[in-house]
């Protein structure tokens, strides 16, 4: 406990240092200019300017609307790793009224210019903000509003982004709501109560909000504390901190984040070597292969795995970050993996069993309250309690992970829910606030999830070079806890669904898609989630029809028909050299392949005048896929040929044209290429 593992001020690869001017700050791929405001007037990520106007702190007192005048602002503090913008000011306001009748007759610029004149501490509202950046471009805010006495009408923080880098939406609340989906046409409005995280971008870059709690908020309808509109060319998202007026008791205090996305590059080499099999068990190094040729992980290894995670059985008691009765057989196991050129990634969850010794000494310490209750797996040894990363738990589990690194040699952690900020009101280890009516209300340790993945991340990095930090994460997207993750698996929030029940389109559309599971726009890479062990919206081969039509696969996690699925797919994938080629999707306009029904959707890798690998999946009733190439555009001459890529069957393209049947929800995977002999 109290320990500093993974504690670091230095900039970790493949971030870049900060490079700060007079009043901006460049990170890796994006810059936050503050011209002479508190908040960015500019942001720019993936080559774009998104802002549509300056964000502002807008409000009204005493009828009057604050209108900020800086009294000092610059950079503090800088580093490569961190540096702090720091805004004064004041605005002003009526004052009482034996000084108003004079101070109103005055033309509005000396009241500007010379604020002293006339008008006391009443006559004006104070503004202290500080927006700490840090090298992966999470910036942190903390304002200082008023003083006792100040009186305010209303207050809101204003966001207004460019509508064409606003088309999806994804949301958070780190613990059971969220959703991701497209923000429609030019008009469209989105309503809510206070969640902690807000997202919103398009294929390519987004910005991110968030803040641990809505403590000092007053907004006049609870349900509308946090809203979107677009219209035509501007979505503004506002946070709607006070609808009604308020004397101050004190200068009101807020904190929250921003964070323009895409946080980092994904390199190429990152899916090279993240061939991931979920399913590890002790004693695989010994049992024998499927096919009879060796062991289970030489049978693995000719799959095209190259990463095997090991669920939460590797240790005594779940959560446990270490094992103490099972060390010789993990070491075993790790080598065994290694020699055969195969990464080891260990599973780290998000609370400790009942019955192990530490969860029932430090439960009440540790755990989110209210309690989130878990049970399954092995029984009672897997029975527990969620636990917050604000509490000592986090130093808990990065003492295990050091450890266990050092004594067995794994190459990464799988977190499962650890980068989840649990709504928590736990007052032993700081969580949740008294608000005005007395009730205790939980906060979000977004913060403290943060810093528990960034810990790991630098002490993995330190050790291994391409060691690999993944995420499970289902439906909770939040940026700043997983922008130091290198991947994150999603879709277990379709388990429980009756397969066929409903179309998998309509349980999971296409703009959802694009808006939470992708991982381009976001810096991370992605792969979904088929729980092949119960229940579930699809099946392995009708997800993959989703999946790769935006560049993402299904993880294996068995030993049969899926892993040889997808095992096929990573060869096919790297045969072709997709790493190395552009990506086409379906959404972009001027594709050179085109099908010629709405309901069958073409995305493809190309290696201009090498070929191209296309995906033609049919997400409607079964047709015959026809799908018309553009072979100038692809560099192919006229007599190019098209094979099935996993079965090397030869496919019919006459005339540019591309044609063969396909199944409901099913899909091909089509090398196009010039023929033999050119």
């Given at each position: 406990?109290?320990?500093?593992?993974g504690?670091?001020?230095?900039?970790?690869?493949?971030?870049?240092?900060l490079?700060?001017?007079?009043?901006?700050?460049?990170?890796?791929?994006?810059?936050?200019a503050?011209g002479?405001?508190?908040?960015?007037?500019?942001?720019?990520?993936?080559?774009?300017?998104?802002?549509?106007?300056?964000?502002?702190?807008?409000g009204h007192?005493s009828?009057?609307?604050l209108?900020?005048?800086?009294?000092g602002?610059?950079?503090t503090?800088?580093?490569?790793a961190?540096?702090?913008?720091?805004w004064?000011?004041?605005?002003?306001r009526p004052?009482?009224?034996?000084?108003g009748?004079?101070?109103?007759?005055?033309?509005?610029?000396t009241?500007?210019?010379?604020?002293?004149?006339?008008?006391?501490?009443?006559?004006?509202?104070?503004?202290?903000?500080?927006?700490?950046?840090?090298?992966?471009?999470m910036?942190?805010?903390d304002?200082?509003?008023?003083?006792?006495?100040?009186?305010?009408?209303?207050?809101?923080?204003?966001?207004?982004?460019?509508?064409?880098?606003?088309?999806?939406?994804?949301y958070?609340?780190?613990?059971?709501?969220?959703?991701?989906?497209g923000?429609?046409g030019d008009?469209?409005r989105?309503?809510?109560?206070?969640?902690?995280?807000?997202w919103?971008?398009?294929?390519?870059?987004?910005?991110?909000?968030f803040?641990e709690?809505?403590e000092?908020?007053?907004?006049?309808?609870?349900?509308?504390?946090?809203?979107?509109?677009?219209?035509?060319?501007?979505?503004?998202?506002?946070?709607?901190?006070?609808?009604?007026?308020?004397?101050?008791?004190?200068?009101?205090?807020l904190?929250?984040?921003?964070?323009?996305?895409?946080?980092?590059?994904?390199?190429?080499?990152?899916?090279?070597?993240?061939?991931?099999?979920?399913?590890?068990?002790?004693?695989?190094?010994?049992?024998?292969a499927?096919?009879?040729?060796?062991?289970t992980?030489?049978y693995?290894?000719?799959?095209?795995?190259?990463t095997?995670?090991f669920?939460?059985?590797?240790?005594?008691y779940?959560?446990?970050?270490?094992?103490?009765?099972n060390?010789?057989?993990?070491?075993?196991?790790?080598?065994?993996?290694?020699?055969?050129?195969?990464?080891?990634?260990?599973?780290?969850?998000?609370?400790l069993?009942?019955?192990?010794?530490?969860?029932?000494?430090?439960?009440d310490?540790?755990?989110?309250?209210?309690?989130?209750?878990?049970?399954?797996?092995?029984?009672?040894?897997d029975?527990?309690?969620?636990?917050?990363?604000r509490?000592?738990?986090?130093?808990?589990?990065?003492?295990?992970?050091?450890?266990?690194?050092s004594?067995?040699?794994?190459?990464g952690?799988y977190?499962?829910?650890?980068s989840?900020p649990?709504?928590?009101?736990?007052?032993?280890h700081?969580?949740?606030?008294?608000?005005?009516?007395?009730?205790r209300?939980?906060t979000?340790?977004?913060f403290a999830?943060r810093?528990?993945?960034?810990?790991?991340?630098?002490?993995f990095?330190?050790?291994?070079?391409?060691?690999?930090?993944?995420?499970?994460?289902s439906?909770?997207?939040?940026?700043p806890?997983l922008?130091?993750?290198d991947?994150?698996?999603?879709g277990e929030?379709?388990?429980?669904l009756?397969?066929?029940?409903?179309?998998?389109?309509?349980?999971?559309?296409?703009?959802?898609?694009?808006?939470?599971?992708?991982?381009?726009?976001?810096?991370l890479?992605?792969?979904?989630?088929?729980?092949?062990h119960?229940?579930h919206?699809?099946?392995t081969r009708?997800?993959?029809?989703l999946?790769?039509?935006?560049?993402?696969?299904?993880?294996?996690?068995n030993?049969?028909?899926s892993?040889?699925l997808?095992?096929g797919?990573w060869?096919?994938?790297?045969?072709?050299?997709?790493?190395?080629a552009?990506?086409?999707?379906?959404?972009?306009?001027h594709?050179?392949?085109?099908s010629?029904?709405?309901?069958?959707?073409?995305?493809?890798?190309?290696?201009?005048?090498?070929?191209a690998?296309?995906?033609?999946?049919?997400?409607?009733a079964?047709?015959?896929?026809?799908v018309?190439?553009?072979?100038?555009?692809?560099?192919?001459?006229?007599?190019?040929?098209?094979?099935?890529?996993?079965?090397?069957?030869r496919?019919?393209?006459r005339g540019?044209?591309?044609?063969?049947?396909?199944s409901?929800?099913?899909?091909?995977?089509?090398?196009?290429?010039?023929?033999?002999?050119?």
């Amino acid at each position: 406990m109290s320990n500093r593992i993974g504690v670091s001020n230095k900039v970790l690869a493949p971030w870049t240092p900060l490079r700060v001017g007079e009043t901006a700050a460049r990170c890796w791929g994006r810059e936050y200019a503050f011209g002479a405001s508190p908040l960015p007037e500019k942001i720019r990520s993936a080559g774009r300017s998104l802002l549509a106007g300056p964000m502002r702190i807008a409000g009204h007192s005493s009828g009057r609307e604050l209108d900020w005048r800086a009294d000092g602002s610059e950079f503090t503090a800088a580093t490569p790793a961190k540096a702090t913008w720091h805004w004064r000011g004041t605005a002003l306001r009526p004052v009482r009224q034996a000084q108003g009748r004079q101070a109103q007759d005055r033309p509005a610029s000396t009241m500007k210019d010379h604020p002293e004149q006339g008008r006391g501490a009443a006559g004006r509202v104070k503004l202290d903000c500080r927006a700490q950046i840090e090298f992966d471009g999470m910036i942190r805010v903390d304002v200082r509003i008023g003083a006792k006495g100040t009186k305010l009408d209303d207050l809101m923080l204003e966001i207004p982004i460019k509508a064409q880098y606003a088309r999806y939406i994804h949301y958070s609340d780190g613990t059971r709501v969220s959703d991701a989906r497209g923000t429609g046409g030019d008009e469209w409005r989105w309503r809510s109560s206070f969640v902690p995280y807000v997202w919103l971008g398009d294929e390519e870059r987004g910005l991110a909000w968030f803040a641990e709690s809505d403590e000092g908020w007053q907004p006049g309808d609870a349900g509308a504390a946090i809203t979107v509109d677009k219209a035509g060319s501007i979505a503004t998202l506002q946070l709607h901190l006070l609808d009604q007026p308020v004397a101050l008791e004190r200068p009101l205090c807020l904190t929250f984040g921003l964070q323009a996305t895409p946080v980092k590059p994904v390199p190429a080499r990152y899916h090279r070597m993240a061939h991931v099999w979920h399913g590890c068990e002790y004693g695989m190094e010994n049992e024998p292969a499927p096919d009879g040729n060796g062991t289970t992980l030489d049978y693995l290894a000719r799959q095209g795995v190259r990463t095997v995670v090991f669920h939460q059985h590797w240790t005594e008691y779940y959560g446990l970050p270490i094992t103490r009765e099972n060390g010789d057989k993990l070491t075993s196991l790790v080598q065994a993996c290694h020699q055969r050129g195969l990464k080891f990634l260990l599973y780290y969850g998000y609370g400790l069993a009942d019955l192990s010794p530490e969860g029932r000494r430090f439960h009440d310490d540790m755990a989110v309250m209210p309690i989130i209750r878990w049970e399954g797996g092995r029984g009672a040894v897997d029975a527990f309690d969620a636990f917050c990363a604000r509490s000592a738990y986090a130093d808990f589990l990065l003492w295990g992970m050091e450890r266990t690194i050092s004594e067995h040699d794994i190459d990464g952690v799988y977190f499962d829910g650890t980068s989840q900020p649990w709504r928590c009101a736990n007052r032993r280890h700081g969580c949740g606030y008294v608000a005005p009516s007395g009730e205790r209300k939980p906060t979000y340790p977004i913060f403290a999830a943060r810093d528990l993945i960034r810990r790991a991340y630098t002490l993995f990095r330190a050790r291994k070079r391409d060691s690999i930090i993944n995420v499970h994460m289902s439906a909770h997207l939040t940026i700043p806890t997983l922008s130091f993750a290198d991947s994150y698996w999603d879709g277990e929030q379709f388990s429980g669904l009756e397969h066929g029940e409903r179309a998998p389109v309509e349980v999971l559309p296409l703009d959802a898609f694009r808006a939470e599971f992708m991982g381009k726009q976001y810096g991370l890479a992605a792969e979904f989630l088929v729980d092949e062990h119960r229940a579930h919206a699809f099946t392995t081969r009708e997800a993959l029809a989703l999946t790769m039509l935006h560049d993402v696969l299904v993880r294996p996690r068995n030993l049969g028909e899926s892993l040889r699925l997808i095992g096929g797919i990573w060869k096919a994938r790297e045969d072709f050299g997709a790493p190395k080629a552009r990506w086409i999707p379906y959404w972009q306009p001027h594709s050179p392949a085109r099908s010629d029904r709405r309901e069958i959707m073409v995305s493809l890798h190309s290696r201009p005048g090498r070929g191209a690998l296309l995906v033609v999946a049919n997400l409607g009733a079964a047709a015959t896929a026809k799908v018309r190439l553009d072979l100038a555009a692809l560099q192919l001459p006229a007599r190019a040929h098209a094979t099935d890529a996993l079965t090397g069957e030869r496919l019919s393209l006459r005339g540019g044209v591309l044609s063969f049947p396909l199944s409901r929800m099913d899909w091909r995977l089509v090398r196009i290429e010039p023929a033999p002999g050119r």
